[in-house]
T-cell receptor, first 117, second 117 residues
Framework: AQSVSQHNHHVILSEAASLELGCNYS??????LFWYVQYPGQHLQLLLK??????LVKGIKGFEAEFIKSKFSFNLRKPSVQWSDTAEYFC???????????????FGTGTQLKVEL | GAGVSQSPRYKVAKRGQDVALRCDPI?????LFWYQQALGQGPEFLTY????????KSGLPSDRFFAERPEGSVSTLKIQRTQQEDSAVYLC???????????????FGPGTRLLVL
């Protein structure tokens, strides 16, 4: 079974500070990795995704994430946050090459980010 | 194009009442998923359809929960004899394809917030 851990539940940063949100997963096989963002009052939106290839992936709004297979990690980063980045961030994983139940996403508990002016 | 839509957006039910939640996936998307999101938690998988076939219902919490997608497009999640612990946001997601790579990216609807009194 897959599981995802997000260690930071609440993060408060000032504008222009750098951001790194941790995500670790447990699964023995090949995985696809995702970060979703939920802005206040809005639905879950895809921020970025990793399937294969370059382990450093770039997403929307200046976000990037690095897949480190040996550490089972997929941390989200942004060099300089803005007030508009205030949102909840979810890391998710699904299994590659598995039919049926392997398609489901397993989510972490989320990280609430607040960016102060 | 249009995203995933869900209705109703909010539902208040009395304990013991039956409810039906509707999901319209992105046109042409083969796969459809239902998730349950409790307050302060990440979404948790309920069930998965590939076209009209329900391939995984391992996440349904009890036999009071039932989902269908009879024509491979619109889906309905039904909860019978609602209980207070059913209060949550119910999310629907769709993805373009079946089991490989980028076809597995899931796009989420706005959710239905269910409150059982």
């Amino acid at each position: 079974a897959q599981s995802v851990s997000q260690h930071n539940h609440h993060v408060i940063l000032s504008e222009a500070a750098s951001l790194e949100l941790g995500c670790n997963y447990s699964y023995g096989g090949t995985v696809n990795l995702f970060w979703y963002v939920q802005y206040p009052g809005q639905h879950l939106q895809l921020l970025l995704k990793y399937f294969s290839g370059d382990p450093l992936v770039k997403g929307i709004k200046g976000f990037e994430a690095e897949f480190i297979k040996s550490k089972f990690s997929f941390n989200l980063r942004k060099p300089s946050v803005q007030w508009s980045d205030t949102a909840e961030y979810f890391c998710a994983v699904n299994a590659e090459w598995v039919t049926g139940g392997g398609n489901k996403l397993t989510f972490g508990t989320g990280t609430q980010l607040k960016v102060e002016l | 194009g249009a995203g995933v839509s869900q209705s109703p957006r909010y539902k208040v039910a009395k304990r013991g009442q039956d409810v039906a939640l509707r999901c319209d996936p992105i046109s042409g998307h083969v796969s459809l998923f239902w998730y349950q999101q409790a307050l302060g938690q990440g979404p948790e998988f309920l069930t998965y359809f590939q076209n009209e076939a329900q391939l995984d219902k391992s996440g349904l919490p009890s036999d009071r929960f039932f989902a269908e997608r009879p024509e491979g497009s619109v889906s309905t999640l039904k909860i019978q004899r609602t209980q207070q612990e059913d209060s949550a946001v119910y999310l629907c997601a769709s993805s373009p394809g079946r089991d490989r790579g980028r076809q597995k990216t899931q796009y989420f609807g706005p959710g239905t917030r269910l409150l059982v009194l």
